[in-house]
């Protein structure tokens, strides 16, 4: 059983940081990569940075130079992932979600898992 949970939103003001953590549980998966999404009410998921197995980070246009994703513990039952948020904009407010992907050890398939999400506000 794989799962995932997000920490660290709140309410900050324009200008602040918050650091998100993002904390995969579970040794019946090979996680590929773990990514950071954020989604608005009516709006799709969107990919805000990525990091993978290997280390390889990508990002957002709207994320570079911002944010910073990074693997703070890696472990067979453990992972976690953290998104260190600079320079907060109010439009970067929105549900942040925590999504990881891999093949699973027993069914040698394709696995998604995602996290219930985080809200993070951000007050101009």
């Known amino acids: 059983q794989v799962q995932v949970v997000e920490s660290g939103g709140g309410l900050v003001q324009a200008g602040g940081s918050l650091r998100l953590s993002c904390s995969v549980t579970?040794?019946?998966?090979?996680?590929?990569?773990i990514a950071w999404y954020r989604q608005g009410p009516g709006e799709r998921r969107e990919v805000v940075a990525t990091?993978?197995?290997?280390?390889?980070?990508?990002?957002?246009d709207s994320a570079k130079d911002r944010f910073t994703i990074s693997s703070i513990s890696r472990g067979n039952i453990r992972n976690t992932v953290v998104l260190q948020m600079n320079s907060l904009r109010p439009e970067d407010t929105d549900y942040y979600y925590c999504?990881?992907?891999?093949?699973?050890?027993?069914?040698?398939?394709?696995?998604?898992?995602w996290g219930p999400g985080t809200r993070v506000t951000v007050s101009s």
């Open positions: 579970g040794n019946t998966f090979t996680m590929k990569k």
């Open positions: 999504n990881t992907e891999g093949v699973g050890y027993y069914t040698g398939t394709f696995e998604t898992y």
């Open positions: 990091i993978e197995s290997n280390g390889r980070t990508t990002y957002a």
